[in-house]
């Protein structure tokens, strides 16, 4: 049995976790700061960290208190140091190295954005990784900050072969919430509304899917691109007279059709990759994949040939269980990983080529 300590703080939520042999979550607590974001629109990354400071001990401190036991009972510890917000991020990391030259327990780096994949599996019955079966999976990573595809290989190879241009899909819905004038963050609120509206009342464009009549470049073919949703919402807004005067019913009908025009493109791209690839399973995983329209879209209209894995909405949203879960396997292989080198960990902002995933199935 091992015993992982995970800390989060890769943007707005302080989160600590106790997961067992990197699948059963003993103990959990998350600190959100919507409530400190919301008057900006969005997060600041100063006063991120300054709310993680407030919030990293206690966090950990109930986590673990949760699990029912002790720091002296963890094998490891493991933090997001990146992809992230650099202010946001130094905070949990300089917290895990104070707990780790303290309690001399190794320290290991974790990568945000495969993190969510992994996500994905926790808490399941099993872990489904040595199943060859599943090979090529195709993993769609949707949040704030990222919509891409990633191909994994069931020799633990893997490569990102799709990815926004510019903005996000959770990027989208929170500046079309702005602009809306729903609040924040733009998510959750966007489907809210959109469950009241008519999502075929209004027909927003779906950029790189060649529904305009024009070939998509072959670079493009499984990109996405969310900045001319957007556009289109705003001359949509104006040609009402304003976002203030979309209300009511039609502003209800707005939001489904908006909502709707980015679900289509996920799934779109997303399965033509997958049939593409010969991809035999698929994951959706990330912040957005709390919502509800896509996942209903992504399991009712996926290939029947692929099984699909969608993330449970609590590991979707930023969580340390998905960071201590996945750092199980660096643990395991600390034969061929060096852990020695936790202390001289750093922050980093951008996500890194991806070439290789950490849970892989066949430890030799």
């Not at 302080?14 to 003993?26: D, K, M, Y």
């Not at 993993?139 to 510019?166: E, F, Y």
Request: charged share 20%; proline share 4%; with cysteine.
């Amino acid at each position: 049995m091992a015993l992982i300590l995970g800390i989060e703080t890769s943007c707005d939520e302080t989160a600590a976790a106790i997961v067992e042999n990197g699948q059963t979550v003993l103990g959990s607590a998350v600190a959100s700061q919507i409530a400190r974001h919301a008057p900006y629109g969005g997060v600041i990354p100063e006063l991120a960290a300054r709310e993680h400071l407030t919030a990293i001990e206690h966090v950990t401190k109930a986590a673990i208190r949760e699990s029912g036991k002790s720091i002296k009972d963890i094998d490891a510890i493991a933090v997001t140091n990146g992809p992230g917000l650099i202010p946001a991020l130094l905070v949990g990391l300089n917290f895990a190295k104070g707990l780790s030259m303290s309690y001399d327990i190794p320290l290991i780096g974790v990568n945000h954005f495969l993190a969510h994949i992994y996500g994905t599996f926790i808490d399941s019955a099993t872990l489904p990784f040595e199943d060859e079966s599943l090979y090529p999976m195709l993993a769609l990573v949707v949040s704030g900050g990222h919509t891409a595809l990633v191909l994994i290989s069931k020799d633990g190879s893997a490569r990102m072969v799709g990815g926004t241009v510019d903005d996000a899909a959770g990027e989208a819905f929170d500046k079309a919430a702005k602009l809306l004038n729903l609040g924040y963050p733009g998510g959750p609120v966007i489907e809210k509304a959109g469950a009241k509206g008519n999502a075929a009342k209004y027909h927003f464009p779906r950029s790189f899917t060649g529904t305009t009549g024009k070939a998509v470049d072959v670079q493009n073919r499984f990109n996405f691109s969310f900045s001319g949703v957007k556009t289109s919402l705003l001359y949509h807004c104006k040609k009402a007279g304003g976002p203030d005067e979309v209300k009511d019913q039609e502003l209800y009908d707005t939001i489904a059709s908006y909502q709707e025009a980015i679900v289509d493109v996920l799934c779109t791209k997303t399965f033509d990759a997958a049939k593409h690839f010969n991809a035999a399973s698929l994951v959706l995983c990330g912040g957005v994949a709390c919502n509800s329209p896509l996942r209903q879209r992504f399991e009712a209209t996926a290939p029947q040939n692929m099984r699909t894995f969608v993330a449970q909405k609590k590991y979707c949203t930023d969580n340390a269980s998905m960071v201590a879960g996945l750092a199980w396997h660096s643990l395991e292989n600390a034969e061929k990983e060096d852990l020695s080198k936790g202390l001289l960990l750093d922050a980093y902002a951008r996500l890194p080529e991806i070439t290789r995933i950490p849970f892989n199935f066949k430890k030799a």
